[in-house]
């Protein structure tokens, strides 16, 4: 059976003759055109970015090489005893554009739990840190500093090869992947359990089983197959979204993994971004404790009107490209739907009264391009309901899963030699002395 990184070295050249011949033969075709409404609008919807895993459609959702959530959930090996598909299933698929076997992507799982304890400064460092600092700028203090053990530093520092770099890249990713349950949960245990032991890393374990080990929620069946699927769907979202953008951005001027990684972390930190999740669930609990839990599509109209007007953005709602629902909100609501308990649970009962008033308030009010849920509207409210109450932690979980994206494109992007990014910026006077002419 093929490993990961023979699969690599042959997809590897085919790509590489891919972008020769559109270099080659298309390096001038035009494929849009820079508005000013781009250069002040966040560049939304400008095409300016080469990104290999996935592509976002927008009324479809996302295709992680092609396949949509419904495809990738049917064909995408599952742990043992589990139904959901696995982190490294979904790494693989990013990383190769091919399915993995049960046995690939078993034996991706066995690899990052053999690398998955963390260096002991690592720890300590972690365990020196106040209980009081966010979990996700303890995880982006911890990532950054697992880069003292980077491969493709130690070799560049010695002067390897272009054409070596993906390689080095591609150990660093699996390394980094690899210790992120370890980094994170031990940021949930000083954080919210100070003083309980951490569970060692179980090799028979895949990495979301482990993780999940970690945090203490091991013997939770449910919400562990919860976290596969949460974690395999969050892992990527085309390039443009601000998190994997920035780890784009910073790899490019040839920082290890650990360091790109890191600063992605900082993005996704962003209430708009990835902290929206804690959002969401401090909002719908401030709803429930307003006006209680057995609540009338009038009073939760009510109060969506009042964070309107309040100047406040609904938290889950909209989306930079998405003009539907979401289908990894999708995806994530037919598993609470299939599942009696979280079907009867008060918060996600919520949850899905919120979802069937929010669009046409949002559309009465006019302001945002898309009424409906984006994936964070619901991520949270199984993790509370299961006692993972904590939703300071939340985006950390998010964390974890962007990684499989952000780490794939950082191949993708040292095995295609792309240069370093450097977009042009204009000020005001010369965008409309640019205008004039
Ligand atoms: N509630 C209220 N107003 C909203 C809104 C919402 N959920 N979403 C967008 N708007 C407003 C914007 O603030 C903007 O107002 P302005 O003209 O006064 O500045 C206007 O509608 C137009 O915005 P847009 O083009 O529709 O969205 P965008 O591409 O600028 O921003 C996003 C996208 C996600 C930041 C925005 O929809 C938002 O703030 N949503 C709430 C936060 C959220 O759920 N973020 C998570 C996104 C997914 C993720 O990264 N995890």
Partial sequence: TQSLRETLKEVIPRKQEQLKKLKLEHSQAVVGEVKVEHILGGMRGLKAMLWEASVLDPNEGIRFHGLSIPDCQKVLPSAPGGKEMTAESMLWLLMTGQVPTVEQSRELSRELAEKGDLPAFVEE????????????????????????????????????????????????????????????????????????????????????????????????????????????????????????????????????????YSA????????????????????????????????????????????????????????????????????LQEFCQSIPELKQSSIIQLVNKTFEVAPDVLKEHGKTKNPYPNVDATSGCVLYHYGLTEFKYYTVIFGVSRALGAVTQLVWARALGLPIERPKSYSMDALEGLIKN
């Fill in 264 to 331: 992605a972390l900082y993005a996704l930190a962003g209430p708009l971004h990835g902290l929206a999740n804690q959002e969401v669930l401090r909002w719908q609990l401030a709803m429930q404790e307003e006006i209680g839990t057995n609540v009338s599509h009038d009073d939760i109209k009510a109060y969506l009107w009042r964070t309107l007007k309040g100047g406040q953005v609904v938290p889950g709602y909209g989306h930079g490209v998405l003009r539907k629902p979401d289908p990894r909100f999708i995806a």
């Fill in 125 to 260: 460092l972690l365990d020196s840190l106040p209980a009081n600092l966010h979990p996700m700028t303890q995880l982006g203090i911890g990532v950054a500093a697992l880069n003292r053990d980077s491969k493709f530093q130690a070799a560049y520092e010695k002067g390897m090869k272009k054409s070596e770099y993906w390689t080095y890249t591609l150990e660093d990713c699996i390394d980094l992947v690899a210790k992120l349950p370890a980094l994170a949960a031990r940021i949930y245990r000083n954080v919210y359990k100070p003083g309980t032991d951490l569970a060692p890393i179980d090799k028979n374990l895949d990495l979301v089983g482990n993780y999940s080990n970690l945090l203490g929620f091991g013997n939770n069946q449910t919400l562990t197959e919860y976290l596969r699927l949460y974690i395999a769907l969050h892992g990527d979202h085309e390039g443009g979204n601000a998190s994997a953008h920035t780890s784009h951005l910073v790899g490019s001027t040839l920082s290890d993994p650990y360091l790109s």
